[in-house]
């Protein structure tokens, strides 16, 4: 039985979110880190959906490759909540699904705090935040990000695809991550260049203690630098997965108010005020890069320029004239 929290930031993500009705087939996705959100999910679901099924798998930090038996199930329903840790958002498999017109809600990695916690955000002005940016994004050049301890980085984007990820997801082909609040593009391939300098967290490593320097030269990771010990391990994640890895596949900026660094970069990523970094494969949002791997890093304090304009001034939200 979920808790009356649980059970109500449950009803919001179904009911509010996502708009799922008792005519639905609805797929839960889950692993043994998720499995009482899963369960919740799949209680409430049962109860007022025509059919609802869950899948739970064992929980695996890099798991890279969709498994077999995900990639054949969901094209087969109406929607799915995944809140199983997979590289679901930009695979062929997705990418299909949606094109068939299956809704897809994504909550990899949340524990029942942050769920309660972000789900609590008033998901009506998070969405016309989002939108707003959006706009905004779509009508920008190029992207420029600094902050006060070096980074500098140029990012083109003039005529990619501006995805909104508001959590609003209740009409066909719809996707997109909750907690939500986040406006992103995926850069024009090879020829973002700068200096990121990382001081939030990055994926599959957690909240960083230092910051963490990564050069990208026409769009692909060059070099990482830093003290401690997560340049180590980001360059060993890197060292081990091919050079297509290291593209950088998608920027973005976070507009969700009740989002706090947690070291989970679905979370992480909407924080309001902060810019993310994910480097991987883009093929879903646009580019050329084909690969399931993806791995996010999250700045706190950015200053974000679309072209000239300052939208984000050390991590404040700004509302250009």
């Known amino acids: 039985m979920a808790s009356t929290k649980l059970d109500k930031a449950i009803n919001t993500l179904i009911k509010d979110y996502m708009g799922i009705d008792e005519s639905e087939i609805v797929l839960v996705i889950a692993d043994d880190l998720t499995k009482d959100i899963g369960n919740a999910l ?3 679901l049962s109860t007022m959906c025509e059919d609802s099924y869950m899948i739970l798998l064992k929980s695996q930090d890099n798991r890279d490759i969709l498994p077999e038996i995900i990639a054949e199930s969901i094209n087969t329903v109406d929607s799915i909540i995944c809140a199983a840790n997979l590289p679901l958002i930009n695979s062929q498999a997705r990418l299909k699904a949606t094109q068939m017109g299956v ?9 029942e705090e942050s769920l309660v916690r972000c789900l609590s955000a008033n998901h009506e002005k998070i969405a016309e935040q989002s939108e707003f940016f959006s706009s905004l994004m779509k009508r920008t050049s190029i992207i420029r990000v600094e902050t006060k301890s070096g980074t500098n980085i140029r990012i083109p984007i003039r005529g990619r695809e501006v995805f909104s990820s508001t959590g609003i997801m209740r009409t066909i082909g719809e996707f997109g991550y909750l907690p939500s ?6 850069p024009i391939d090879d020829r973002a260049t700068g200096l990121i300098l990382i001081d939030g967290s990055i994926d599959k490593i957690g909240v960083v203690e230092n910051p963490v ?49 947690s070291g989970n970069n679905i979370e992480d990523e909407t924080i309001e005020g902060h810019a993310h970094f994910v480097f991987g494969g883009n093929i879903g949002l646009g580019g050329n890069v084909n690969t399931d791997f993806r791995l996010s890093m ?10 000239d304009k300052l939208i984000i001034q050390n991590g404040k939200i700004k509302k250009p004239v």
């Open 181 to 186: 609040g986040k406006v992103f593009v995926s």
């Open 103 to 111: 809704r897809i809600g994504l909550i990899p990695n949340l524990n």
């Open 213 to 261: 320097g990564v050069e990208v030269t026409s769009g692909f990771m060059t070099k990482i630098s830093g003290d401690g010990e997560e340049p180590k391990l980001l360059a060993k994640i890197m060292n081990q997965s091919g050079k297509k890895a290291r593209n950088l596949a998608e920027f973005g900026i976070g507009v969700n108010p009740k989002a706090m660094l």
């Open 42 to 44: 799949y209680e409430k």
């Open 298 to 307: 999250v700045m706190t304090k950015p200053n974000v320029f679309f072209d």
